[in-house]
């Protein structure tokens, strides 16, 4: 994976575009808040979270399909659609641009990726596996929430599962399979780590197994 060079943004006051209106846009929406960013959505549908900021004007809501032009004016653009190509042109687009543009769970069409965020008054956390695994971000994050700060043991176990994770998100990919993020946290637990030191093949093969029994549906 490539190096990438973590940076904090000062987004106060400036304009983000986020397209796509389901709960990962809701999470989006809700960390460039936080930030003081100008919000505009668009999107045909939203989730009813998202439809009441509109209501109260803290975000400026467009029901409609994206199309092009719709980047003007962005300093930061998040798309967090379904649509491969709708993701592509906007990838275009933003590129054209030279606008920084986070797609989520497509990391090679990003110019910057997300990390995992845990914040104590003015300290923040940073959290990042270069895109190869989410799970394991919210995992050690949630590993550092839970724990105070020089506990690092948690956080060192995990991450070295990180090569591992990263193989059975492709393996998952490549299925076609869609896994709840829930479930993906209960898998990620201290067994996979005690089998992991043990045997790394067969903490693979019980991961995958364990995670497939919580497949979502359609």
Request: proline letters at 4%; hydrophobic letters at 40%; one cysteine or more.
């Amino acid at each position: 994976m490539k190096p990438y060079y973590p940076v904090f943004l000062d987004l106060s006051a400036r304009s983000c575009v986020v397209i796509g209106g389901g709960p990962i846009a809701e999470g989006k929406i809700q960390m460039l808040l936080e930030c003081g960013a100008n919000i505009t959505m668009i999107s045909p549908t939203v989730t009813s979270k998202i439809r009441d900021l509109a209501k109260t004007g803290t975000i400026q809501l467009e029901e409609r399909e994206y199309k092009e032009g719709d980047l003007n004016q962005a300093y930061l653009v998040i798309a967090a659609t379904d649509d491969n190509n709708v993701n592509q042109t906007i990838a275009r687009e933003a590129e054209q641009q030279n606008l920084l543009l986070n797609v989520a769970d497509v990391t090679h069409l990003c110019n910057f990726i997300a990390p995992a965020v845990v914040r104590r008054g003015d300290v923040t956390v940073a959290i990042s596996t270069s895109g190869t695994s989410p799970a394991l971000a919210r995992k050690l994050r949630e590993e550092i929430e839970h724990c105070s700060l020089h506990c690092t043991e948690p956080f060192l176990d995990y991450a070295d599962l990180s090569t591992m994770l990263s193989e059975v998100r492709v393996c998952l990919k490549n299925q076609g399979v869609k896994i709840d993020p829930e479930h993906w946290q209960k898998c990620l637990n201290r067994n996979i780590l005690n089998l992991y030191s043990k045997d790394k093949d067969k903490a693979k093969e019980f991961l995958l197994k364990s995670l497939v029994e919580g497949v979502m549906g359609d």
